[in-house]
């Protein structure tokens, strides 16, 4: 069983687009993220939820809106597509217990984007 | 704020030897550092963390890191490297009552050849 999956996979689409990027998670945790990979490997985060709550929300542009249904699924919402959006997408989730902060994250495989 | 910086792009050892990967930190408070590694086309994986304690970590696959305070550093090490290691690792830093927020290094590419 994948512990976080995302999907699709791979998407290419064409400037101005709107898309949308699911991640599931089934291990019970509580903290969700969306983080970013550019194509010199960089890793930036975006978002965070905890119990469908917002709690990291990072300087990204208005045009990314992460939604969280449950606390065992976040989605990426992305308007009007920019070149600049092409990346590698990773979800990733964590449970919140312990030690704050000490927690370990289980990434998805990623979802590449490119944008056309 | 937190930052990590990991010097070397580019790792390059011989399968058998020792490998060490550089990490250092700056973060006003005590750090909680990480090691993940990638491989290609894959998601995150986790190595092993400092919280506290010793500060010889033991992580997956015979990896450790040592923390070192004064040097602000994490080094992450292998006594003998396979081919297999070879990957993409990041080093990665959180404050206690930092929240959730992980920061990433920009990587080091380890390439293990025979």
């Known amino acids: 069983d994948t512990a976080v999956s995302q999907t699709p996979k791979y998407l290419v689409t064409q400037m101005g687009n709107d898309k949308s990027i699911k991640c599931e998670q089934n291990?019970?945790?509580?903290?969700m993220y969306w983080y970013k990979q550019d194509s010199k490997k960089f890793l930036k985060i975006m978002f965070s939820?905890?119990?469908?709550?917002?709690?990291i929300n990072e300087t990204v542009p208005n045009r990314f809106s992460p939604k969280s249904p449950d606390k065992a699924h976040l989605n990426l919402h992305i308007n009007s597509l920019e070149l600049g959006d092409s990346a590698v997408y990773f979800c990733?989730?964590?449970?919140?217990?312990?030690?704050?902060?000490?927690?370990?994250?289980?990434f998805g495989a990623g979802s590449r984007l490119t944008v056309l | 704020a937190q930052s990590v910086a990991q010097p070397e792009d580019q790792v390059n050892v011989a399968e058998g030897n020792p490998l060490t990967v550089k990490c250092t930190y700056s973060?006003?408070?005590?750090?909680?550092l990480f090691w993940y590694v990638q491989y290609p086309n894959r998601g995150l994986q986790f190595l092993l963390k400092?919280?506290?304690?010793?500060?010889l970590v033991k992580g997956s696959y015979g990896f450790e890191a040592e923390f070192n305070k004064s040097q602000t550093s994490f080094h992450l090490k292998k006594p003998s490297a396979l081919v297999s290691d070879s990957a993409l690792y990041f080093c990665?830093?959180?404050?206690?009552?930092?929240?959730?927020?992980?920061?990433f290094g920009t990587g080091t590419q380890l390439k293990v050849e025979l």
């Open positions: 990733a989730s964590s449970q919140d217990k312990g030690i704050s902060g000490a927690n370990v994250l289980t």
């Open positions: 291990l019970g945790h509580d903290t």
């Open positions: 939820y905890n119990n469908k709550e917002l709690i």
């Open positions: 973060v006003s408070g005590n750090p909680y």
């Open positions: 400092y919280i506290t304690g010793d500060n």
């Open positions: 990665a830093v959180r404050t206690k009552g930092g929240g959730n927020k992980l920061t």
